[in-house]
């Protein structure tokens, strides 16, 4: 089902389907992004995001309940079946342009298949051969309203970051860019949302009580 979204020239496996959702979707979805309480913000010094379905540690992560408004998508991501398990984690993060993440593995607390929407905005994700970090191997171009699903060797080996620029020129090195139009096109960012839908491996056993 996902093969005719397969991105060749890059490690296995990456999948990244444009338009996975319509305007009116991405819309909605961040109306709810920006109607939770300011309290569930963490603020970074290059962005902000939001945890959802527990903060993973590697004791186990606390499961808390997952919002409908979130639950609905990670169950459309899911219908791909792509995941072993059904993703218990959703990391919401915000870039204002200029914001970006330095290069950085996941790491073995989440099962090696990731699923990303990406609202707002388009961004360039870089990729680093873990043992050369200052050299990007290849990107992907990360437009608005689509879907890059991650799994394996590219998941597991290749670090990713994104530069903290205002705007990004396309050229060749984004591997999923087929429209030579776009070629040496100079694109300002946005604020970009993405809702990063994984698996967190390790669940704590102890409930938490709620006071009442
Ligand atoms: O915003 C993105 O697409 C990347 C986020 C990321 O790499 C992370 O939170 O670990
Ligand atoms: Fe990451």
């Known amino acids: 089902m ?3 979204f397969r991105v060749e020239n890059c490690p296995d496996y990456v999948y990244y389907i444009q338009n996975f959702l319509t305007v009116e979707e991405e819309n909605l979805l961040l109306k709810s992004v920006y109607n939770v309480p300011q309290t569930k913000w963490t603020q970074l010094s290059r962005r902000r995001l939001q945890n959802w379905g ?4 590697h004791n186990g992560m ?9 639950q609905t ?30 290069p950085h593995l996941d790491g073995p607390l989440y099962s090696s298949t990731i699923a990303t929407i990406n609202l707002g905005s388009h961004t360039v994700l870089n990729f680093y051969k873990s043992e050369k970090r200052d050299k990007i191997a290849f990107s992907l171009f990360l437009e ?11 998941y597991e080996n290749y670090l990713h970051g994104i530069d903290e620029r205002s705007e990004d020129v396309i050229d060749n090195s984004m591997v999923n860019v087929h429209n030579n139009d776009l070629i ?3 694109l300002k960012r946005g604020t970009r949302v993405s809702l990063t839908i994984r ?14």
């Open 184 to 186: 040496s096109q100079s």
């Open 73 to 102: 998508w990670i169950e459309k991501v899911a219908g791909f079946q792509v995941f072993s398990h059904l993703p218990n984690h959703v990391l919401i993060n915000e870039y204002k342009p200029n914001e970006g993440i330095m």
């Open 144 to 154: 608005a309203r689509s879907l890059l699903i991650q799994q394996g060797d590219m």
């Open 62 to 70: 606390i499961p808390e309940a997952i919002p409908q408004w979130l």
């Open 199 to 212: 698996h967190v491996q390790k669940i704590s056993k102890i409930k938490i009580k709620l006071g009442r």
């Open 54 to 57: 527990g903060v993973p540690h």
């Open 2 to 4: 996902l093969e005719k």
